[in-house]
């Protein structure tokens, strides 16, 4: 006779999913404060940034509809980059931009769902929120990138001097990991009011995340009396 019980989601017991999307995010967040003073730094800084998008492209490779919508978005991803990097128009840069943001959130949300679903938590499940939450900082630095694009100066850079955009860019990724965590130490502030919003946005995203996904994953492990 049937349980009743709906049996657990599968999941990759063996913690190796998300290897190559954190290997990808450690990589950037140590090159990308070095970047800035090199002088192919925007050609690396898209190549690292791609590895990103496609290492998280990959942890969606056992569910066919969203792999198909991811490896699209990231076709669409590299070729505006290519023609940014080619061109150096302005249409592209924001194009890509936009892209790059539109992939990073639906990779995020995506992860985000496989995780809150299951009824057993393995190494994989919290290595898959570490990158989740990593995520978020990387899609809402996009959306101020995006932001300082459309509308310049969105940003006040008080205790900076920015000579291009690579160092526009991580200055405004350093804000967003900053807001993200509340830390706040003010030296980059958000002057527009879509800067505004989208900065409130993204700390309630940051204590949301922290205070009910992270507890819900301890809870259960606790009530499972699951040893990792």
Same mark, same amino acid.
């Given at each position: 006779m049937a349980s009743g019980i709906a049996p657990d989601r599968p999941v990759d017991v063996?913690?190796? $999913? !998300?290897?190559?999307?954190?290997?990808?995010?450690?990589?950037?967040? @140590? +090159?990308f404060p070095f970047l800035v003073d090199w002088r192919i730094n925007e050609l690396l800084l898209t190549f690292l940034s791609v590895g990103v998008l496609l290492a998280g492209v990959y942890t969606l490779h056992r569910e066919?509809?969203?792999? *198909?919508?991811?490896? /699209?978005? /990231? @076709? @669409? *991803?590299? *070729?505006?980059e290519a023609l940014d990097l080619t061109t150096g128009a302005m249409t592209w840069t924001v194009l890509s931009q936009m892209a790059s943001l539109l992939l990073s959130a639906f990779i995020a949300i995506?992860?985000?769902?496989?995780?809150?679903?299951? $009824? $057993?938590? !393995?190494p994989d499940t919290l290595l898959g929120a570490i990158c989740v939450y990593f995520l978020i900082g990387f899609t809402f630095?996009? /959306?101020?990138?995006?932001? &300082?694009?459309?509308?310049?100066?969105?940003?006040?850079?008080t205790l900076e001097? *920015? &000579?291009? &955009?690579?160092?526009?860019?991580?200055? +405004?990724?350093?804000?967003?990991?900053? #807001?993200?965590?509340? #830390?706040g130490y003010g030296d980059v502030i958000a002057v527009s009011r879509p800067a505004k919003m989208v900065s409130t946005l993204e700390t309630v995203a940051g204590v949301f995340y922290l205070a009910v +996904?992270?507890? $819900?994953?301890?809870?259960?492990?606790?009530q499972k009396g699951e040893m990792l």
């Open positions: 063996s913690g190796r $999913r !998300f290897y190559p999307l954190l290997t990808a995010i450690v990589l950037l967040f @140590v +090159l066919k509809g969203y792999l *198909v919508v991811s490896s /699209a978005l /990231a @076709v @669409v *991803v590299i *070729v505006f995506t992860i985000f769902l496989d995780v809150i679903r299951v $009824r $057993r938590v !393995f630095g996009d /959306a101020y990138v995006l932001i &300082n694009l459309l509308h310049p100066g969105s940003f006040d850079l001097t *920015v &000579n291009d &955009n690579t160092e526009l860019t991580f200055e +405004l990724f350093y804000f967003s990991f900053a #807001t993200l965590t509340t #830390t +996904l992270v507890s $819900r994953l301890v809870t259960r492990m606790a």
